[in-house]
């Protein structure tokens, strides 16, 4: 198996963007998911990593650099995505990279190709002169238990130490340390005929719905005929 970037490997850029991932469907309706994500290998590709054995591409890690305005912010994925193509549009020095996604081929899920892939990511943002890689982690088991606040999720642990969450694990084992909860990573909202084209679900009833895949409840409003979902996730640091 070899992990390099996509600007060692161009020709792989339309491979990549196929490549399946685990994320529940309706995520890809999130508005800056929508605008920006199929654009990192294309402005970012010294930063996006590809994993193959032969021909075939087995792998992916997107991570961007941006700009650090101080503390992690609350609003995560979104905030990151936002300030990393605000940053280069203006050609601005960044200092810190962020995680965006690791993405591994169906058959080869479980087998720790994940962790190569984190470990991978550091490295080749210590090789382009940065001291840290964040990350807004959505922790993988996290939807079997939607109705458990991220505050309390993201710090248990099991008899060794170790978190509870196995994505978690993979970044703690690597290096990282969890540095803070982002509430609101990801937005998604739309109105309910959309929701159920999105999930097949009825989205009869106001208040909390349990949407398959999802981290917590979506929130219904027949009265106002919406459904939002409102993402948390986990902001882990990686010191290089």
Same mark, same amino acid.
């Given at each position: 198996?070899?992990?390099?970037? =996509?600007?060692?490997?161009?020709?792989?850029?339309?491979?990549?963007?196929?490549?399946?991932?685990?994320?529940?469907?309706?995520?890809?309706?999130?508005?800056?998911?929508?605008?920006?994500?199929?654009?990192?290998?294309?402005?970012?590709?010294? &930063?996006?990593?590809?994993?193959?054995?032969?021909?075939?591409?087995?792998?992916?890690? &997107?991570?961007?650099?941006?700009?650090?305005?101080?503390?992690?912010?609350?609003?995560?994925?979104?905030?990151?995505?936002?300030?990393?193509?605000?940053?280069?549009?203006?050609?601005?020095?960044?200092?810190?990279?962020?995680? !965006?996604?690791?993405?591994?081929?169906?058959?080869?899920?479980?087998?720790?190709?994940?962790?190569?892939?984190?470990?991978?990511?550091?490295?080749?943002?210590?090789?382009?002169?940065?001291?840290?890689?964040?990350?807004?982690?959505?922790?993988?088991?996290?939807? =079997?238990?939607?109705?458990?606040?991220?505050?309390?999720?993201?710090?248990?642990?099991?008899?060794?130490?170790?978190?509870?969450?196995?994505?978690?694990?993979?970044?703690?084992?690597?290096?990282?340390? !969890?540095?803070?909860?982002?509430?609101?990573?990801?937005?998604?909202?739309?109105? =309910?005929?959309?929701?159920?084209?999105?999930?097949?679900?009825?989205?009869?009833?106001?208040?909390?719905?349990?949407?398959?895949?999802?981290?917590?409840?979506?929130?219904?409003? =027949?009265?106002?005929?919406?459904?939002?979902?409102?993402?948390?996730?986990?902001?882990?640091?990686?010191?290089?």
């Amino acid at each position: 198996m070899e992990i390099t970037t =996509l600007a060692e490997r161009p020709g792989l850029e339309h491979a990549l963007l196929e490549l399946s991932g685990e994320w529940p469907g309706f995520t890809g309706h999130e508005p800056v998911t929508q605008s920006r994500w199929a654009e990192i290998p294309q402005v970012f590709p010294e &930063f996006v990593l590809v994993a193959t054995e032969g021909r075939e591409l087995v792998a992916r890690g &997107f991570s961007v650099p941006f700009r650090s305005r101080g503390a992690l912010p609350g609003t995560g994925w979104d905030q990151v995505m936002i300030w990393a193509f605000r940053d280069h549009a203006a050609e601005m020095k960044t200092d810190t990279v962020s995680a !965006i996604e690791i993405t591994i081929r169906g058959g080869r899920r479980g087998t720790g190709l994940s962790g190569r892939m984190l470990e991978a990511m550091r490295a080749n943002a210590k090789a382009h002169g940065f001291s840290e890689l964040v990350a807004p982690v959505r922790p993988n088991a996290k939807h =079997l238990e939607p109705k458990a606040s991220m505050a309390e999720y993201a710090f248990r642990t099991r008899e060794d130490g170790l978190p509870h969450d196995p994505w978690l694990r993979v970044h703690i084992r690597a290096g990282g340390v !969890i540095d803070s909860i982002a509430p609101a990573s990801m937005v998604v909202a739309g109105s =309910l005929d959309q929701w159920r084209d999105w999930t097949d679900l009825p989205f009869d009833l106001s208040g909390p719905v349990e949407v398959p895949g999802a981290l917590v409840p979506v929130t219904c409003s =027949l009265e106002h005929d919406q459904a939002v979902y409102v993402e948390p996730n986990v902001w882990v640091r990686h010191s290089l």
